[in-house]
């Protein structure tokens, strides 16, 4: 398959790259540069998603069979003291992209978040449970779905969530340096996800797009844990002192967004559509810590 990536340069975008250039013609762009990589990278391309008319040319010179689409503007705080570009990219900018799609023909996979939701559910949510996003991103990332929906049949969302890996700024090496630099650290004990690795989602999103099994999926790793609990396996694994961290309540942040307070998502039509199912998160998160090291 011909695929092109959006966002190549960010955290998944990059694992996309060498998980689907095993098998498939990958070409990309962003409007950043492209990290070191230890592997041959694509072709990379600056384009801006917000220009719909050179979009629309990049895409009838590649011709790709199936576009995906990672490009976002994922700052939570940013978006919300910023909600003007945060539609403009994240809505506007799915918009130009599912047209671009629509002319030339292929399908599009949107990546798409757990914050669509409220939180207020208290268990997992399915793919059928209906979006109320807290926040001015997963308004804006919701908006993206449907303009998705709005304009292609052929497509799939996919909702992930807590993203880490090895190319880009991530939860795990953030409380790894502050863990270095400070006698304490307070991480938020009161909003509860599911920690998922940008290696086992591109797995999945191979499987999914050699299929024409369209329409939205959760895809994350197994289990869930707080934000605090999740530091505290990170600092467990790097053989750091766990007392050093102390939990705190979401509120005491004071941060410009609201965040699910429970945002954990059921890969239930993952299950039913291809049989697979994802591993538990700490095994996922042990892996990261193992391959980090030898790095």
Not at 29 to 40: A, I, K, L, M
């Amino acid at each position: 398959m011909n695929v092109l990536i959006t966002g190549i340069s960010g955290m998944l975008g990059v694992d996309l790259c060498k998980t689907l250039g095993e098998d498939n013609e990958v070409v990309g762009f962003d409007v950043r540069d492209f990290p070191s990589v230890p592997f041959p990278p694509p072709i990379i391309h600056k384009i801006d998603i917000t220009n719909l008319e050179k979009l629309k040319n990049f895409f009838y010179q590649l011709s790709p069979d199936i576009v995906i689409h990672t490009a976002a503007y994922t700052d939570v705080d940013g978006c919300e003291k910023n909600p003007d570009k945060a539609y403009k990219i994240n809505a506007l900018g799915t918009r130009n992209v599912a047209l671009a799609c629509q002319e030339i023909k292929a399908s599009l996979m949107y990546i798409s978040t757990d914050f669509v939701f409220s939180g207020d559910k208290n268990e997992p949510y399915f793919e059928f449970d209906e979006p109320s996003p807290l926040s001015v991103y997963g308004k804006s990332k919701l908006a993206g779905e449907n303009y998705v929906k709005a304009f292609l049949n052929r497509y799939f969302i996919v909702r992930t969530s807590w993203l880490y890996g090895h190319y880009g700024k991530n939860f795990v090496e953030t409380i790894l340096k502050l863990a270095q630099e400070k006698n304490e650290l307070t991480v938020v004990d009161d909003q509860v996800g599911s920690p998922t690795y940008t290696i086992d989602l591109a797995e999945q999103i191979k499987l999914l797009i050699k299929t024409e099994l369209y329409g939205t999926y959760h895809i994350t790793n197994f289990g869930s844990c707080s934000w605090y609990e999740f530091a505290r396996e990170i600092l467990k694994l790097a053989d750091i002192k766990e007392n050093k961290i102390k939990p705190i309540a979401s509120k005491e942040l004071r941060r410009p967004a609201s965040r699910p307070k429970f945002s954990v998502l059921n890969n239930y039509c993952l299950k039913l559509s291809i049989g697979n199912s994802m591993r538990e998160w700490k095994a996922a998160l042990k892996e990261y810590m193992s391959k980090r090291v030898n790095e």
